[in-house]
């Protein structure tokens, strides 16, 4: 709530034991920043006391699994719920209302309403990136401390950045075998998406030299090539995913 003329005013509030962060942007003709109508789900918002000039961080932490709406209601007022950005490291699942206009989930993560955008997973050890996907979009792997195994796929066009342990948080630090099935590099946001360059990146066997030379991706250590149609997993396993068949070892050490 924002209150021109009272002694304080919150950027956020809590219903139903969730946190919602009022969203704002940025208007262009009055310089100021503005609230859009919508929320978006929140691990914390700020109270803020112009009284004694202070500000008080309101946190909550989510386990299990999390229920969004579409809708929320805070003291007579209807916001759409628009998304999501908060700690996930002990969710387990995110389940997002059908009725919602504008993400979805699918097998407890969240995308957007259309499917072309990946926008936060909960903490997993493996995860696969449903085709169809052209966006990760930034942090949405924030909090995924324990990957460790990552599959893109071939519709992937563009990875805003993966949190890693350069960043103040440390999703994805463990992330080392990472599988891009799209035949033309993904382009990436900055330069440090992915801090663990010593992992190991697997692509199309007729993309090899693409992505060797990519200003990005050329930088892995390790650079091998996967058979069409085929994922990798550690220890030696694959997945079949298309026609045909390969046999394909993963490293199980540097």
């Known amino acids: 709530l924002f209150c ?8 956020g509030f809590e219903e139903d034991g969730i946190l919602y962060l009022i969203e704002t942007k940025y208007n262009s003709v009055t310089h100021q920043t503005e609230p859009t109508g919508g929320v978006i789900v929140t691990s914390y918002y700020y109270y803020y006391d112009y009284n004694n000039g202070t500000s008080t961080e309101i946190t909550k932490e989510y ?18 719920v628009k998304g999501i950005s908060c700690d996930l490291s002990k969710v387990s699942n995110i389940n997002v209302s059908p009725d919602n206009s504008y993400i979805k989930s699918i097998d407890g993560v969240v995308y957007s309403k259309d499917g072309d955008t990946l926008i936060c997973c909960p903490n997993r050890t493996e995860f696969s990136i449903p085709e169809g996907v052209k966006i990760i979009r930034e942090s949405s792997f924030g909090y995924c401390n324990d990957l460790t195994t990552l599959i893109m796929p071939a519709s992937l066009e563009y990875v805003e950045t993966l949190y890693n342990e350069k960043s103040d948080q440390e999703g994805t630090k ?15 946001g900055y330069d440090d998406i992915i801090y663990n360059k010593n992992g190991y990146l697997y692509v199309p066997k007729e993309s090899y030299s ?12 390790h650079i091998q090539c996967i058979e069409d149609g085929v994922a990798a997993v550690p220890g030696g396993v694959t997945i079949e995913t298309g026609t045909g068949s390969a046999v394909f070892t993963w490293p199980k050490s540097d």
């Open 63 to 80: 386990t299990g699994n999390i229920t969004i709406p579409a809708t929320v209601t805070h003291e007579g007022t209807v916001y759409p």
């Open 210 to 221: 693409l992505y060797d030379e990519h200003w990005y991706w050329g930088g892995f250590k």
């Open 174 to 188: 463990n992330l080392k075998y990472i599988t891009i099935k799209s035949t033309t590099p993904p382009e990436a």
């Open 4 to 11: 021109t003329i009272c002694a304080w005013s919150e950027n």
